[in-house]
């Protein structure tokens, strides 16, 4: 189940808001704004829609908290994927066939240490969701509803199943761990595995412990972040089996993680624990969010921020093309400071954050593009902007008249950014054990000459999609001196228009495994960008 559109007439802050536009496809909305923007007033409209479906169950929302002016009608309709209106209350075919169409937690829901000393402290029904809040502004208590859940459904396979004991702790705590090692990493130092889940007993709370590098840590003494992350997935471990066509809505889930965290969260809440046919809705101003949702093509982002909610407003999914879809969690003032005496550098094939991790000291900042069509409309219509793009199949003089045109744009003076990664000289100054330049070199030839025929094959075709030689750089078809310089069998003559990306196989490589990191940190690659740059 996915919606398509909301519409909220006389409900919270908004006079009458439409959100529309929201594709079939869209797995995830991320709802950005400022604090106070309205974000979480559409969670409130969700919940009232699941308290008018669950009628009896739980608590049913006070239809005064929701209503904007009371002397007028208010309603929440919201339209999903197979044409079908949920209108709030006036929903009774959803109530009768007992359908879960709704799964929300709030922002007030980490607990800093656990309380229970029994099993069974709080009466619950997880099937009915009887243990949610009333309002998202409650505090949601159901954390040690869902450990006690899963414990009990761990001993019940202990007892219950022919399960061995490793598939048992392969089903309950493997998903936990696989996700912590995506989320956190594997390195000694932000590593974390959860170890055990022992249920309270005898007076004593739940034993909750982990492993993090090489100390055991009780779930009390993690660091904030790493309680928001283990809440939400216990979260998710014990319930999301009863919401397989349901839409989940999660009230700022990126609290006390940093950037690189709430982005490795998000991604991995949204491609490994919401089921394809559901849709998650998520609210949140955090940079991390809005990075994974402009990144991820099954993402939507509904912008909130700076809006009169007093007038009726009709909102639609951003464009992700402009880079204003940061402004809420960067401010450009801010953006600014930051890049203050920097040069932005547009890179074709996403390898931005090669070139930055080489060059970022040398006061450039590499961005992203697909290809060098859009490297070149990116500085024909931004001349703040540098772009740099491969030579591919370039002779020499049409470079010279592409640069003469169009000075912002750079070009490689090799086939292609592999090129520099694995010519010899670059290899060489890593100083490898065993590491022969001759005998690497010698491979090279002999991977270009096998590949002959269908190098020259491509030439022609690659060429006739060259954006440049339709804004005004000719082409007169001439390709005999790139074939010229191919027959040769001296890297420099030929090594400029191989296509080391496609053709060459790495086999003399294998043994020293190489990683690109360290390829784009010789002295050699740094200088040859550099000197193309400047």
């Known amino acids: 189940m996915k919606i398509r559109s909301i519409q909220l007439d006389n409900f919270k802050r908004f006079t009458s808001l439409r959100i529309e536009d929201i594709g079939d496809d869209v797995k995830l909305v991320l709802l950005i704004g400022s604090n106070g923007s309205g974000k979480s007033s559409v969670f409130d409209a969700f919940e009232f829609v699941n308290s008018s479906i669950q009628d009896g169950i739980g608590t049913r929302m006070n239809e005064e908290y929701c209503v904007k002016n009371p002397e007028k009608k208010f309603s ?21 066939n007992g359908q879960k169409i709704f799964y929300g937690r709030t922002s007030f ?79 000694n130092s932000t590593s974390l595995r959860l170890t055990k889940i022992i249920p309270p007993l005898d007076g004593k709370t739940a034993q909750v412990i982990f492993k993090k590098g090489v100390s ?50 998000l991604k991995e809440i949204t491609e490994n624990w919401i089921p394809n046919n559901c849709q998650l809705w998520v609210a949140s101003h955090s940079l991390g969010f809005i990075d994974y949702a402009h990144d991820n093509e099954q993402a939507a982002i509904v912008d909130f921020d700076d809006l009169d909610f007093d007038s009726p407003q009709v909102l639609t999914p951003l464009s992700k093309e402009k880079l204003s879809v940061y402004d809420v969690a960067i401010p450009k003032a801010t953006i600014s400071k930051i890049l203050k005496g920097y040069k932005l550098v547009v890179v074709e094939n996403k ?68 090129n520099y990664l694995y010519h010899p000289d670059n290899i060489e100054e890593l100083q490898l054990p065993g590491f022969d330049k001759a005998a690497y070199t010698k491979a090279i030839v002999e991977q ?25 750089i000719k082409n007169n078809g001439n390709i005999e001196p790139i074939i010229d310089a191919l027959k040769s069998d001296l890297l420099a003559d030929f090594y400029q228009y191989f296509n080391v990306k496609k053709y060459f196989i790495k086999t003399y490589l294998k043994t020293f495994n190489i990683p690109i990191a360290s390829l784009v940190s010789t002295t050699w690659f740094r200088n040859n960008i550099l000197s193309i740059l400047k």
Do not use: C, W
């Open 448 to 472: 270009k000459n096998e590949k002959m025929l269908s190098i020259v094959g491509e030439i022609g075709t690659s060429r006739s999609h060259y954006i440049e030689f339709k804004e005004g």
């Open 109 to 187: 829901r980490q607990i800093p240490r656990l309380k229970r000393t029994t099993l069974g402290e709080q009466k619950f029904d997880i099937i009915k969701d009887s243990d949610r809040p009333k309002y998202f502004i409650d505090r949601d208590e159901r954390f040690e509803n869902d450990l006690e859940k899963i414990t009990a459904d761990f001993l019940n396979a202990v007892y219950e199943s022919n399960d061995t004991r490793d598939q048992i702790v392969a089903r309950y705590i493997g998903p936990i761990n696989a996700a912590l090692s995506n989320i956190f990493g594997n390195s």
């Open 76 to 96: 929440a309709a919201l339209t999903i994927n197979d044409g079908s209106i949920l209108r709030a209350p006036d929903i009774e075919l959803f109530r009768r």
């Open 351 to 418: 390898n931005d954050e090669h070139y930055n991790l080489a060059l970022g000291e040398d006061h450039y900042l590499f961005l992203p593009a697909n290809n060098n069509r859009e490297v070149f409309l990116t500085i024909k219509n931004d001349k703040e902007k540098l772009g740099l793009r491969d030579k591919d199949y370039l002779r020499p003089d049409e470079v010279e008249s592409i640069q003469a045109a169009f000075p912002d744009l750079k070009i490689l003076s090799f086939y292609a950014f592999e």
């Open 216 to 265: 055991e840590i009780h779930y009390d003494y993690l660091s904030a972040g790493e309680k928001e992350v283990f809440n939400i997935l216990i979260n998710l471990l014990s319930r999301s089996s009863l919401y397989q066509d349901s839409i989940y809505f999660l009230d700022e889930i990126d609290l006390h993680l940093n950037t690189a965290l709430q982005y490795a969260l």
